[in-house]
């Protein structure tokens, strides 16, 4: 990708952004491809923390601190710790981003003439790029990565009058000071066209991480002589792993030469091995967290790639960053979820799909991989190298928003 810098003097950005590295997130991609481009970019962030809420080693909790990271100026705030022990704890830690993010913007704000928000988690880490356009006439972008009102009900908050109410005006606020509005999704654009009607609204998908090499990569040892399902990603109550394990439950009963792998590591890991413990689930292995550079290895092992959420309208909107990882791999998919991305694997052919609340269809699908032949499996992967390549190139859509961020007049 090659891009001319026209304004010299105007080229500056401020990303906003709960997570960045060393944190694994695709915005540590795009700002290092906008700095490689001539641009300057800087960072307001928290102390990195996830996804073991406790600050990286190498790393100090400080109210305020600078850094530099491949050219990339990096401001830093405070970050509350305890988010994984509760909801109090984590709806705490985002006001306290929003809130600390909001004092250095006021601080560092009139520098930069446009603020770019990259919108993965809480909606409240718009806070400060609004307060830094109303008052420097700066440009506000954000990158919606996850949809607001509808994500905080599906990780169980009530629909109370007054919440709803709140969540409402708030989230229209954000968006119509909004210059443009990228989304990761399409169903996104729809929920958000009520709050703002006269959005601009751009379809931007997340790529698969830039530093997922599967070039002379070798199958992890762990992982062979068997046939391997695996999930990859965080553990949450959302990812609806307690129907996955049920389902491949009755599955090994039947064949006890397949496996199904857990890596990763959230807030319901410790309820899952509890169900494995008790319900004695056999071949059921959790590995843990493990650094993205090794992923590649784990995939090649593996010989089907599952992904799942919780049967909640919003996810059936949504498509994982894990979903574009996958797609490298050229391994089937098993995609427990409704909406997009079912029709996305069913419509090109990548996999086979099943109910998430239906634990006999999801033991069903399980059953289907392992009757399916070989070559059948492997054609799956040449249609992902066609989705990759129409729907998620990185060099296209890091042009796109280059484009309209940076190169189109106002």
Same mark, same amino acid.
């Given at each position: 990708?090659?891009?001319?810098?026209?304004?010299e *003097?105007?080229?500056?950005?401020?990303?906003?952004t709960?997570?960045?590295? /060393?944190?694994?997130?695709?915005i %540590?991609?795009?700002?290092?491809?906008?700095?490689?481009?001539?641009?300057?970019?800087?960072?307001l962030?928290?102390?990195?923390s &996830?996804?073991?809420?406790?600050? &990286?080693?190498?790393?100090?909790?400080?109210l305020?601190?600078?850094?530099?990271?491949?050219?990339? !100026?990096?401001?830093?705030?405070?970050?509350? =710790?305890?988010?994984?022990k509760?909801?109090?704890l984590?709806v705490?830690? &985002?006001?306290?981003?929003?809130f600390f993010?909001?004092?250095?913007?006021?601080y560092?704000?009139?520098?930069?003439?446009r603020?770019?928000?990259?919108?993965?988690? @809480?909606?409240t880490?718009?806070?400060p790029?609004?307060?830094?356009k109303?008052?420097?006439?700066?440009?506000?972008?954000?990158w919606?990565?996850?949809?607001?009102?509808d994500?905080?009900?599906?990780?169980? $908050?009530?629909r109370?009058?007054f919440l709803? !109410?709140?969540?409402?005006?708030?989230? *229209?606020i954000?968006?119509?000071n909004c !210059?443009?509005?990228?989304i990761?999704?399409?169903?996104? *654009?729809?929920k958000?066209?009520?709050?703002?009607? %006269?959005?601009?609204?751009? $379809?931007? +998908?997340q790529?698969?991480?830039?530093?997922?090499?599967?070039?002379?990569? !070798?199958?992890?040892?762990?992982?062979k002589?068997?046939?391997?399902?695996?999930?990859?990603?965080?553990?949450?109550k959302?990812?609806?792993?307690?129907n996955?394990i049920r389902?491949?439950?009755?599955?090994? *009963?039947?064949?006890?030469?397949?496996k199904?792998?857990?890596?990763?590591?959230?807030?319901?890991?410790n309820?899952?091995? %509890?169900?494995?413990?008790?319900?004695?689930?056999?071949?059921?292995?959790f590995?843990?967290?493990?650094?993205?550079k090794?992923m590649?290895?784990?995939?090649?092992?593996?010989?089907?790639?599952?992904?799942?959420?919780?049967?909640? +309208?919003?996810?059936?909107?949504?498509? @994982?960053?894990k979903?574009?990882?996958?797609?490298?791999?050229?391994?089937?998919?098993?995609?427990?979820?409704?909406?997009?991305?079912?029709?996305?694997?069913?419509n090109?052919?990548?996999?086979?799909?099943a109910? /998430?609340?239906?634990?006999?269809?999801?033991?069903?699908g399980?059953?289907k991989?392992?009757?399916t @032949?070989?070559?059948?499996?492997?054609?799956?992967g040449s249609? =992902?190298?066609?989705?990759? %390549?129409n729907? &998620?190139?990185?060099?296209?859509?890091?042009?796109q =928003?280059?484009?309209?961020?940076?190169?189109? @007049?106002?």
């Amino acid at each position: 990708m090659s891009i001319m810098v026209r304004d010299e *003097k105007n080229n500056n950005v401020l990303i906003i952004t709960e997570r960045f590295y /060393p944190e694994e997130f695709g915005i %540590n991609d795009l700002a290092q491809a906008w700095q490689a481009e001539g641009y300057k970019v800087a960072i307001l962030t928290q102390a990195p923390s &996830y996804p073991f809420d406790k600050v &990286y080693e190498g790393y100090k909790n400080k109210l305020f601190q600078r850094e530099t990271w491949q050219g990339i !100026k990096i401001y830093r705030v405070f970050s509350l =710790m305890g988010y994984k022990k509760g909801v109090l704890l984590k709806v705490l830690n &985002y006001l306290c981003f929003a809130f600390f993010a909001s004092l250095v913007s006021l601080y560092i704000g009139r520098k930069y003439k446009r603020v770019f928000v990259y919108h993965i988690g @809480p909606l409240t880490q718009a806070i400060p790029a609004i307060l830094i356009k109303k008052i420097f006439g700066s440009k506000f972008f954000i990158w919606t990565l996850d949809i607001w009102p509808d994500t905080v009900y599906a990780y169980g $908050f009530k629909r109370k009058a007054f919440l709803r !109410k709140l969540l409402d005006l708030f989230v *229209k606020i954000v968006y119509k000071n909004c !210059k443009i509005i990228f989304i990761s999704c399409k169903g996104f *654009k729809q929920k958000i066209l009520k709050y703002a009607p %006269n959005a601009r609204i751009i $379809f931007s +998908p997340q790529w698969p991480p830039d530093n997922l090499n599967f070039d002379s990569v !070798k199958p992890c040892e762990l992982l062979k002589g068997d046939f391997n399902f695996t999930f990859a990603g965080n553990i949450g109550k959302v990812q609806n792993l307690e129907n996955v394990i049920r389902g491949f439950a009755f599955a090994v *009963k039947s064949n006890n030469q397949i496996k199904l792998n857990i890596i990763g590591d959230g807030s319901n890991s410790n309820t899952l091995k %509890n169900i494995v413990k008790k319900e004695n689930v056999a071949n059921v292995y959790f590995w843990g967290r493990r650094p993205l550079k090794e992923m590649p290895a784990w995939f090649e092992g593996s010989d089907v790639l599952i992904i799942s959420l919780i049967d909640e +309208p919003i996810f059936s909107l949504t498509i @994982p960053a894990k979903f574009q990882a996958y797609l490298v791999s050229g391994k089937p998919i098993y995609c427990v979820m409704k909406g997009e991305v079912a029709d996305l694997v069913k419509n090109n052919k990548i996999g086979f799909v099943a109910q /998430p609340n239906n634990i006999n269809d999801i033991k069903a699908g399980f059953k289907k991989f392992l009757s399916t @032949p070989k070559q059948e499996l492997q054609a799956f992967g040449s249609n =992902m190298n066609l989705l990759l %390549n129409n729907e &998620y190139d990185r060099n296209k859509i890091i042009q796109q =928003m280059t484009e309209q961020i940076f190169l189109k @007049p106002d």
